[in-house]
Each structure stands twice: as C-alpha cells, then as structure tokens.
C-alpha cells in the first residue's frame, strides 16, 4: 500500500527502505508521548492546555511520516457512500487516482497520451465524487494485494486499540477502589491518544511491514547474504 517510488520521500529522505521507515515511526510515537506527558504535568490551565495539545498533536501527525496522502495510499470505507440519486459513489482525488478509475491505468503517466489530454482537460482539484463503476464494490484504486493488506492493518489496529481500552479500563478500576481522584484533563488526554492511536496505527502497520517496493521478491536481500 506504499505510494509511488516517486512519492516514497519524507523531507526529502528515500523512505523506500523498510530500517528509515520504522526509524521514522518509532520517531514519530516518542515524540508524540513527550507532547502527551509533558501536557499531563502542566495541570495549571487545562482547557489551554487542552486546545494546544489538540492542534499540537494533530500538527505532527500532519508533518509525520504516517500523514493522510502521505507514503502510504489512504485507507477509503470498504463499500462506497449510497446517495439516493446517485447511487453508490466513490472519491476520486488527483490526477493518479483520476486515471484509475476513468481508465483502469496504474498512475497518470501509465496512461496513453490521449488519455493524459483528456484528463488534464477534465480535471478539478479536490475530492470529487463519481458514481461508482458496475461491479466495483471496493476502493478502485487498490489492487487486490493492497486490498488484503489494508484489511490486516485494520484488523491488526483493532486488536491493538482493544488492548489500550482494557489497559484504560484496568488504570480507571484501579484508582477506583484506591478511592484515588482522576484529573478531568488526563481523561481528556487519554481519549486524544486512543484517537491519535485510531488514526496513525493503519498506516504505521503498512510502513513498518511493507518490503522495499525496489525489492519485491527479496532478491536484493539473498544477494547482500551471499555477499555477507
């Protein structure tokens, strides 16, 4: 589910090898926990500290290596949205996206010259809303590989995300029966994490498992052992 090689950069770094980008969301996580306990501690002025956190927190996601439209393709609803006229529909954004669902063209430079005319014609920037294509019930712009693998991460950040509740769970129950009092910002703080969890797992999944898209049948890698 990685982007094209072209788009494979984050601030200007080759993150086509799988070390840089698992270097990268280690990165990412430690600096997002320093943010969360360092807001946890100034208790002075919750609801400042609250606001900053938020717009904080979603700025380095924004600037992160698991950003929407960033390395990794986005993760689209499984089924498209129904509208009453329209019936089902997708959301097409980019000119990539644009040609593969038009034409069924890997990106817009797979696309014939003519093709590339028409598009560039045609096109809008921003989220566009098509009717769907007969017999197309799925994101038109992952094959059936990534399609399998968007699932896993899914289900993968599910099982996780389960993990986190109870250990929420287990804390609150806690303070509970040692009658100890809960701070209204560190719940507040925690339900920002679950969310931020939410949203950045999916893609940190793909990033740290994908392969290197040079090196998709590890032949790269016999030959570094023969090398050894």
């Not at 990685?2 to 993150?15: C, F, G, K, T, Y």
């Not at 929407?68 to 009453?84: A, H, S, T």
């Not at 893609?203 to 498992?209: I, S």
Request: charged share 25%.
């Amino acid at each position: 589910m990685l982007a094209d090689e072209q788009r494979l950069r984050w601030w200007r770094i080759d993150m086509r090898a799988r070390p840089r980008r698992r270097v990268a969301v280690i990165f990412t996580y430690v600096v997002l926990m320093i943010v969360f306990v360092m807001a946890s501690r100034n208790s002075s002025h919750p609801g400042w500290t609250m606001a900053l956190l938020c717009v904080g927190v979603e700025g380095l996601v924004w600037l992160s290596v698991m950003r929407r439209n960033g390395i990794v393709k986005r993760f689209e609803p499984k089924l498209p949205m129904r509208i009453k006229e329209m019936g089902e529909v997708v959301f097409v954004e980019g000119l990539d996206q644009w040609a593969q669902h038009f034409y069924g063209a890997a990106n817009f430079d797979a696309a014939s010259p003519m093709q590339q005319d028409e598009l560039l014609s045609r096109f809008k920037a921003g989220k566009r809303v098509f009717p769907a294509k007969a017999g197309t019930s799925d994101t038109p712009w992952l094959d059936e590989r990534e399609l399998k693998e968007r699932d896993s991460a899914e289900r993968w950040t599910t099982r996780q995300l389960m993990w986190l509740l109870a250990t929420y769970a287990g804390i609150y129950t806690s303070r509970a029966i040692n009658q100890r009092p809960t701070k209204p910002l560190d719940v507040a703080i925690q339900l920002l994490m679950f969310a931020v969890a939410l949203q950045t797992l999916p893609r940190a999944r793909v990033l740290w498992t994908e392969s290197d898209p040079r090196d998709p049948l590890g032949e790269l890698a016999l030959v570094e052992d023969a090398k050894g």
